[in-house]
């Protein structure tokens, strides 16, 4: 275990090639509300570009809720005539999976109740009356959904918000992956919004994939780096950002807001970020989301009951200083 007071970003290496062999490929771009950077080493050259950009479209069209004509979006609006696709289907089975684990904390239909509270980092939460909770949860709990066996979706309430956000970005990074192997790639790292898969090695450097760990008392003059993360086969995801923790104005303390989909209300929790490496980015994604609504001490408990998984929270211990728990997969992959 490692007990450190910094919390950290992912940042990527991303460096040319130059050495015989298979050539090195980087594809970066902007795509779901946030950058992506791709880079493979392959000795066939095959359009990445119009790949990516064809499953970005994919993924919009099934699960964006930005997008108002996507499935998604039409389904929140009381369609029931929805035949959902693959990718749909992939990210409910997989919201399930969580959301069963998790006893609830992981949940795509809270966004009724975020909204209500008018979450946001620069926003105050907003108080509810009692009467307005009870209404807003009849909204909330993902055992209200059912994904059909034809593959439509039925809602117990046709007012229930559905909501993959937390979920899909690390789903698609599964997709694209999927496409490498397609290509028969065997070395590639993949990275958008900060999640990350890699596979193989950097060929370039005869090494592990390396993402370094940002240092959050860096200057904005230098940065400077905590530590640096070797991926191997794995994906990472993470949750939360220690910068945004409000300190209580009565009692001193260090904590961040969340929903508790289970009783509907915004509750202080000490973990103020969570990091998880799984065999995929959409479990990555989903668990970190989990772990963040959980807390601490449950995210611990929830930690023992799943497998191949590793963590490094960044929590507020009770005399209020940042610590670090890192679990010992995270701790065998760090490289200090």
């Known amino acids: 275990m490692k007990k450190v007071a910094l919390s950290f970003l992912v940042v990527l290496f991303f460096i040319s090639c130059t050495s015989d062999g298979p050539q090195v490929y980087t594809e970066t771009g902007k795509a779901l509300g946030t950058t992506y950077q791709v880079k493979y080493f392959s000795s066939e050259d095959f359009n990445t570009k119009k ?13 964006s809720t930005y997008q108002t004509d996507s499935d998604i979006s039409r389904i929140n609006s009381g369609a029931e005539d929805i035949e959902v696709d693959s990718h749909f289907q992939q990210v409910f089975k997989y919201s399930q999976k969580i959301f069963n684990e998790s006893e609830g904390y992981f949940d795509p239909t809270v966004g009724s109740l975020v909204n209500a509270y008018g979450f946001g980092p620069d926003k105050p939460l907003n108080e509810l009356e009692a009467s307005q909770l009870d209404s807003i949860k009849e909204l909330v709990g993902f055992d209200k959904v059912e994904l059909t066996e034809d593959n439509f979706i039925r809602k117990e309430n046709p007012d229930i918000y559905l909501d993959f956000n937390a979920i899909a970005k690390g789903y698609t990074i599964d997709v694209i992956a999927e496409y490498l192997d397609s290509k028969n790639v065997e070395n590639y790292l993949i990275e958008l919004g900060g999640e990350l898969v890699a596979r193989g090695r950097n060929i370039e450097k005869e090494a592990d994939w390396m993402v370094a760990i940002d240092n959050p008392q860096q200057t904005n003059e230098e940065r400077t780096f905590q530590s640096v993360l070797a991926l191997n086969d794995r994906a990472m995801a993470t949750s939360g950002n220690y910068r945004k923790f409000r300190v209580d104005s009565t009692t001193g303390k260090r904590f961040v807001h969340t929903i508790n989909p289970l009783t509907g209300e915004a509750e202080k929790s000490d973990l103020l970020s969570a990091s998880v490496l799984a065999e995929n980015c959409t479990l990555a994604d989903g668990y970190a989301t ?12 929830m930690l023992r009951r799943i497998e191949n998984v590793d963590v490094y929270f960044i929590y507020a211990d009770e005399a209020e200083s940042i610590r670090i728990f890192s679990s010992e997969g995270f701790d065998e992959a760090l490289r200090d």
């Open 51 to 63: 790949a990516l950009d064809s499953i970005f479209e994919m993924i919009n069209s099934s699960m």
């Open 290 to 301: 989990a772990f963040m609504a959980l807390g601490y001490e449950k995210s611990l408990e």
